[in-house]
């Protein structure tokens, strides 16, 4: 009885089948690389409405106040240096390993502090940001995981919570951190990593400081231009940024450093006009913010605010608005990715938490 002989692919049938799924590949990869990006905006939006939550649980301790580690009469003294001259300044406690407290102590001291310390270099840090002339901007909006404010979260510096799941860079920094029991650790070869999310340091001031009628006016030059507002201040809660990601990680085009930063650091949320953070807004909501859309918000405020004889007619400070004496560019807007690029908001927000930094949310 003959065999039947079974019959082996040709050529072009597995030509055919390579093709297919070649096809298939084609179509299902960037829909599975969207269904991921789509993943990683979300949990970004998740970690927000966390520190959102212990952003709320602070008020509700501090008469509905902002966030700060700066004694609101510090204005009345004219700043730091004369401040302590006969007050103690809190030290700025970041975290605790298993044998030591670390923070930051200001001075110099009057007798009674403890410790006694040397200088205000450090000063700035406990401000919302550094508002000196011809200083780089930063401060403690860039730190709301020093320890009396992750107290309210989950009381450790070093969470996952505290950075997006797409700031690669960053991850990949403190990946040697996060598993310590104590949620900190100090590196003095590598420094602090700083969070992803950043608050609305205008938001943090009085919110004269930034004034659309007055000017900027320097917090030293104000009694109480150190004092945090109340949640109650803000007049545009749906349209006034109060946290976001710091670093251009949506929508993000050319290489992941600018080079205009030494040492070589990730472009900024506002250094790109396709740039579209995700954002925490006041009235609790979460959603992503374009700067394009930012920009065309600003656009169509100065001209509706035309002739109205406002210092500040922009919804920020800096060029091409309104610029800070020291700050001519406003918020690195010099190490921008592409020149399209030209806003402040969320950093320089004009009138503070009483401005806002788009006319309607996406």
Not at 7 to 36: D, H, W
Not at 189 to 204: I, K, Q
Request: glycine share 10%; net charge negative; hydrophobic share 35%.
């Amino acid at each position: 009885m003959a065999t039947q002989k079974s019959r082996a692919f040709t050529i072009v049938e597995l030509l055919v089948v390579v093709a297919i799924i070649a096809l298939l590949l084609g179509i299902l990869l960037p829909a599975i690389q969207k269904a991921r990006e789509t993943s990683l905006i979300t949990q970004s939006a998740a970690n927000l409405k966390n520190l959102g939550t212990a952003n709320m649980a602070y008020a509700a301790d501090y008469s509905d106040r902002q966030f700060t580690s700066t004694p609101e009469d510090v204005g009345l003294y004219g700043g730091c240096q004369q401040y302590l001259t006969q007050n103690c300044l809190p030290p700025l406690l970041v975290g605790r390993d298993e044998l030591l407290y670390w923070g930051l102590w200001f001075g110099p001291a009057p007798t009674g502090c403890t410790p006694p310390t040397v200088t205000c270099d450090f000063f700035f840090v406990a401000q919302a940001c550094r508002l000196d002339p011809g200083q780089a901007i930063f401060g403690l909006f860039r730190g709301p995981n020093v320890e009396s404010f992750n107290n309210y979260v989950n009381g450790r510096y070093y969470d996952k919570l505290y950075w997006a799941p797409k700031d690669r860079w960053n991850l990949d920094g403190v990946q040697g951190y996060l598993q310590n029991p104590s949620g900190f650790t100090y590196n003095a070869d590598e420094g602090l990593w700083f969070s992803t999310y950043c608050w609305s340091p205008a938001a943090m001031w009085n919110p004269d400081v930034f004034s659309s009628k007055l000017g900027f006016q320097h917090p030293d030059t104000l009694a109480a231009g150190y004092r945090s507002p109340s949640f109650s201040q803000a007049k545009y809660p749906d349209t006034k940024t109060h946290m976001l990601e710091h670093f251009w990680l949506q929508n993000r085009e050319g290489g992941e450093f600018s080079p205009c930063f030494d040492p070589p650091t990730p472009y900024y949320f506002n250094h790109g006009y396709n740039s579209a953070p995700v954002t925490l807004w006041f009235d609790g909501h979460v959603s992503m913010l374009g700067v394009g859309t930012v920009m065309e918000s600003n656009q169509r405020v100065k001209t509706q605010q035309a002739g109205s004889g406002l210092v500040n007619s922009g919804l920020w400070w800096g060029a091409p608005n309104a610029s800070i004496p020291g700050f001519p560019w406003g918020y690195n807007q010099d190490c921008s990715y592409d020149m399209l690029v030209d806003s402040s908001f969320h950093i320089l927000t004009t009138d503070g938490i009483r401005g806002r930094d788009v006319v309607q949310t996406q």
